[in-house]
């Protein structure tokens, strides 16, 4: 394949590299100093160590193309080297906010200095195809980085925090809750686009589903009130073994960040400690939790097939789409990603130019969505960055659609993340299925 050479041709990618960068640096621009260093819980990080990581990952990019490629600093990078063996043994996540140097001041200049290597190693090269991918893919790691940081920020901070840009929530239509019948049969799952996308996005694949129902909208509070008013902590019996031992252990009585306050549930996030919305998607619940509240509905999780052809199968067209709504780029009008400013869920109803074909609503932001299906390669998966997903396909299950803290250009139908079954500090909700 040609190599890109020309400086006009390189500009979107130097664009795309620059927007988000300042991207993350306006996630951090209204910390104080002292922000910066803090680890709330041994599953965080500091925002200082976000800054570094998301920069050293280029100089990691650089060094598999440029075999002559020096790092910045030895010391920076034994700190800033999250679990990658082939860089050296990586720093201890539980111990991050214990080391106070490199300091907040050197990250910033570390940073810079990484924005001008990029920079001239994108402007002065040849770009191969591979360079052009490898390269890419150190924007999304640095997206995904992104959301990370809004996890940690609103567990640090929540209200206290102060985005730079923060826009009213949209009016929502009124909806009625119910379930959708879907057609079973042959399904084409995975991504089969043009653009960029993760190893574990493919090879797409056939794959044979039985006829199922599907909600058209995320579990929202009210319901899952619903199952904690009926005891849903206070028995086993809907709960996996596992999941049951998880919640005498944590003492889980709600999801995290709930709590009661004169006989009222209320939530306390970056929008303040406030009364549940009845009608926001529920938020913060571990795979346990999403699994025994639809036990307790006598429904399930759906896997991630059947999320994915709910999302993203046009019956018309006959063809998969990108997105729910088809193949063009998310807006504000159609999902609540990290562009939308919310800072929180919005209420179910709210982006009706959103649906999918079947008339499924908000499978894009709001809340990643839990599915029953283990997070593993694909048949004919092939790595292409060593240690990066394939590492991790052991105990973790996927989840699919992304949440208010997603970027934009991190999102597709086709997109698989993947945590422990036990883990909610991120945004997670998720939407039940049954069986014909």
């Known amino acids: 394949m040609t190599a890109v050479s020309d400086q006009d041709q ?20 209204t910390l104080e100093k002292d922000d910066f260093v803090v680890q709330t819980a041994f599953y965080m990080s500091p925002p200082k160590w976000h800054l570094g990581h998301v920069s050293w990952i280029y100089e990691a990019i650089l060094s598999k ?3 002559n490629y020096e790092f910045y600093s030895k010391e920076f990078s034994e700190y800033l080297n999250s679990y990658y063996q082939q860089f050296g043994v990586p720093n201890d996540k539980g111990a991050r906010g214990i080391i106070s140097r490199p300091t907040v001041d050197q990250i910033f200049q570390y940073f810079n200095n990484i924005n001008q290597r990029v920079e001239h190693f994108i402007k002065s090269k040849d770009l191969s195809h591979e360079d052009i991918r490898l390269i890419t893919t150190g924007f999304h790691h640095e997206c995904q980085h992104q959301e990370l940081l809004v996890y940690d920020l609103q567990h640090l901070l929540a209200d206290q925090y102060r985005p730079v840009r923060k826009n009213e929530k949209p009016t929502p239509i009124e909806i009625e809750q119910k379930s959708i019948e879907i057609k079973g049969g042959v399904y084409d799952m995975g991504y089969n686009g043009e653009n960029f996308c993760y190893d574990i996005e493919l090879p797409e694949h056939k794959v044979y589903l039985n006829d199922y129902k599907i909600d058209i909208f995320p579990v929202t509070n009210k319901q899952y009130l619903g199952f904690i008013n009926d005891g849903g902590y206070e028995t086993y019996k809907h ?21 009661k306050i004169d006989g009222n549930w209320m939530t306390h996030d970056f929008l303040g400690l406030r009364k549940l919305n009845p009608n926001e998607p529920v938020c913060h619940v571990s795979y346990y939790e999403a699994d025994a509240y639809c036990k307790w509905a006598e429904k399930r999780l759906p896997t991630e097939a059947e999320w994915e052809k709910a999302a993203c199968w046009n019956e018309n067209l006959q063809q998969k789409t990108v997105f729910p709504w088809g193949n063009e780029k998310p807006t504000e009008q159609r999902a609540n990603l990290f562009e939308s400013h919310q800072w929180g869920c919005t209420e179910v109803g709210s982006y009706p130019e959103g649906a999918s074909y079947y008339g499924c609503h908000q499978m894009i932001g709001d809340v990643w969505e839990w599915t029953s299906s283990e997070y593993v390669g694909y048949p004919g998966f092939k790595s292409g960055f060593d240690e990066y997903n394939d590492k991790w396909f052991s105990n973790q299950k996927v989840l699919r659609g992304g949440s208010f803290g997603t970027p934009k250009i991190s999102i597709r139908g086709s997109y698989r993340n993947f945590f422990r079954l036990d883990e909610r500090w991120l945004f997670s909700g998720f939407r039940c299925v049954e069986n014909l």
């Open 10 to 29: 390189k500009k979107p990618i130097l664009e795309q590299f620059k927007e988000i960068r300042n991207r993350t640096l306006e996630l951090v621009k």
């Open 65 to 67: 193309l440029d075999k």
């Open 239 to 259: 709960w996996l073994s596992d999941g049951w031992e998880k919640v005498k252990k944590n003492e889980w009585d709600a999801p995290m960040y709930w709590g």
